[in-house]
């Protein structure tokens, strides 16, 4: 089993930034890549960003040159500094996980960023 905590979301005006974290604790090996999704109210939850241990990273097209994704593995924690939010990126922010040769995928309790109009 792994466990995901997320922490860092809050309330931001239009163009502010804020860095969320993901620990990962209980049974990490196999664990390569590791992801942001998020969920606006009434759409889709969406992949955001991923990251995976040696460092490469893949972007939504809505986010790229705004969000950085990174990885501290020696602290099993994934963080995503988002800079000049938007109205649209308000949302509750999930990260995710998988492990080599296990079926389940993993995702944390949520974290939520609000950008107001």
């Known amino acids: 089993q792994v466990q995901l905590v997320e922490s860092g979301g809050g309330l931001v005006q239009v163009g502010g930034s804020l860095r969320l974290s993901c620990a990962a604790s209980?049974?990490?090996?196999?664990?390569?890549?590791m992801s942001w999704y998020r969920q606006a109210p009434g759409k889709q939850r969406e992949l955001v960003a991923t990251?995976?241990?040696?460092?490469?990273?893949i972007y939504a097209d809505s986010v790229k040159g705004r969000f950085t994704i990174s990885r501290d593995n020696a602290k099993n924690t994934v963080y995503l500094q988002m800079n000049s939010l938007k109205t649209e990126d308000t949302a509750i922010y999930y990260c995710?996980?998988?492990?080599?040769?296990?079926?389940?995928?993993?995702w944390g309790q949520g974290t939520q960023v609000t950008v107001p109009s």
């Open positions: 209980g049974s990490l090996f196999g664990i390569n890549a």
């Open positions: 990251i995976t241990r040696g460092g490469t990273t």
């Open positions: 995710n996980t998988r492990r080599a040769f296990d079926p389940s995928t993993y």
